[in-house]
C-alpha cells in the first residue's frame, strides 16, 4: 500500500521519509538477562543480543509482522503516523495520519495509532487514539470505522487489540489517548475491554479494570491475558474464555508493582509464545511469564519497552520502545508460527 499523506506540510514528510529509509547498521544494546526457572533457559539464550534496528522516532508502539509482505509495521503515536521497516530496506513511511484526521491540531500528546493488528485477509486494523475508534486501511487509504462507541458514549483511546481465529476482535480501550487521560470531561463511564463481533456488533467484557492496556490469547484460545497499569493494581490479568466468546473467572497472573513507573507506565503489550508463555513489556525491560503464573526470568534492556510482536519466521521478538525499534533472537517461537 501506498502511504496517505494527509499532512499539507509536504516536504517535511519527504524529508523524514527519506531519512528514516535509509538503513542504518545494527547496535547491540548490553542485555541483563536473569534465569529463575529452568523453563527460562530453553526459551531464551543465555547469550542473546538485542539490536536497535531503527531509531529516531518519538514513542513507538504497535508492532505488527506482515508475513506476505516480509514487513514491520509499527506506531509512532505521537507523530500520527505508522511506519515500515523491512530488511535490508530501513524504514519508511507507511502511513500519515494513523490515529487522528481532524483539520485542527490535535490538543493532547498522543493523537496516532497505537496497537496494530491484520485480519484474516491482511488488512491493517489501527487502535485510533485521536478519532476514538478502531478503523480498517483499505486499499485506496481511506480508513473504515468499525468501532467508535459503546452504550451511548465515544470509545475512550483504543489501546491494543487481538483477532480471536473466529474472526471476533477483542481490544482495550483506557483513556491515555485523551488530553486529560482520566480527568477529561468527554471520557466514557468506564475503561472497558470490548469485543467486535463479526456482524459489527460491540460488546463489553470487562469494565472494573483501571487501566487496561495489552492483550493477548493463550495458544489454545481458552484464555484472555490484559495488562492493568493501574498503580494500586498494576499486573498481568487472566480470563477464562467462554463458548459464547465472553469472559469470566478474571484473576491476578502475575503482580507487577515492582515494576510501575508513574504515573501509568508499567506492564504494557505483550506476546504469547507457542508453548503459552507471555513476554511482556514493561519499564526497563522484558518479563517472561509461564501460564501458571510463574515469572520465568526476565530480559532487561535498561530501556523503555511499550510492546513486542512475533516475526520473521516466528523466532524474532520485534520490541518497540521510547524512540527505537529493536530485534530479538529467541529460542522459542510465537503463537501461530
Known amino acids: 500500500m501506498n502511504p496517505r499523506v494527509l499532512n499539507p506540510i509536504i516536504a517535511a514528510v519527504l524529508v523524514s521519509t527519506l531519512w528514516h529509509a535509509l538503513p542504518m547498521r545494527a547496535e547491540t544494546v548490553p542485555l541483563a538477562i536473569t534465569s529463575l526457572d529452568p523453563r527460562f533457559d530453553l526459551l531464551v539464550p543465555h547469550d542473546a543480543a538485542l539490536e536497535t534496528i531503527a531509531d529516531g522516532f518519538t514513542w513507538v508502539e504497535g508492532p505488527v509482522w506482515h508475513r506476505q509482505g516480509g514487513y514491520l509495521l509499527f506506531s509512532d503515536i505521537p507523530a500520527n503516523r505508522i511506519y515500515k521497516w523491512k530488511a535490508g530496506e530501513g524504514v519508511s513511511l507507511f502511513l500519515e495520519g494513523s490515529g487522528y484526521s481532524g483539520s485542527t491540531p490535535f490538543v493532547g500528546k498522543e493523537p ?15 487502535c485510533r487514539h485521536g478519532d476514538r475508534q478502531i478503523g480498517r486501511l483499505e486499499a485506496d487509504g ?32 483506557p483513556p491515555f489517548g485523551l488530553p486529560g487521560v482520566f480527568d477529561d470531561p ?12 463479526n456482524d459489527g456488533t460491540v460488546v463489553r467484557l470487562i469494565s472494573d479494570i483501571k487501566a487496561p492496556n495489552g492483550i493477548a490469547f493463550s495458544p489454545d484460545e481458552k484464555t484472555l491475558y490484559v495488562s492493568d497499569v493501574d498503580p494500586k493494581r498494576a499486573a498481568w490479568l487472566a480470563y477464562d474464555v467462554q463458548p459464547d ?22 506492564p504494557d503489550g505483550f506476546k504469547v509464545d507457542r508453548h503459552g508463555n507471555l ?22 534492556t535498561g530501556r523503555p519497552t511499550s510492546n513486542v510482536a512475533w516475526g520473521e519466521d516466528g523466532r524474532t521478538l520485534f520490541v518497540t520502545g521510547g524512540s527505537a525499534l529493536y530485534r530479538l533472537r529467541l529460542a522459542t517461537g510465537g503463537a501461530g508460527w
Open 112 to 126: 496516532g495509532s497505537n496497537g496494530l493488528a491484520l485480519d484474516s485477509k491482511g488488512n491493517l486494523l489501527l
Open 142 to 173: 481511506r480508513i473504515t470505522v468499525l468501532a467508535d462507541h459503546y452504550g451511548g458514549y465515544p470509545l475512550n483511546s483504543p489501546n491494543d487489540l487481538v483477532f480471536k481465529s473466529n474472526g471476533d476482535l477483542y481490544f482495550t480501550d
Open 186 to 197: 468527554a471520557k466514557a463511564p468506564v475503561q472497558g475491554v470490548y469485543r467486535l463481533a
Open 245 to 266: 466468546g465472553t469472559v469470566a473467572n478474571g484473576r491476578v497472573l502475575l503482580d507487577a508493582t515492582r515494576w510501575r513507573q508513574d504515573p501509568f507506565f508499567g
Open 279 to 300: 513476554f511482556g513489556a514493561r519499564p526497563g525491560g522484558i518479563s517472561v511469564i509461564a501460564s501458571d503464573g510463574t515469572l520465568l526470568g526476565t530480559i532487561e
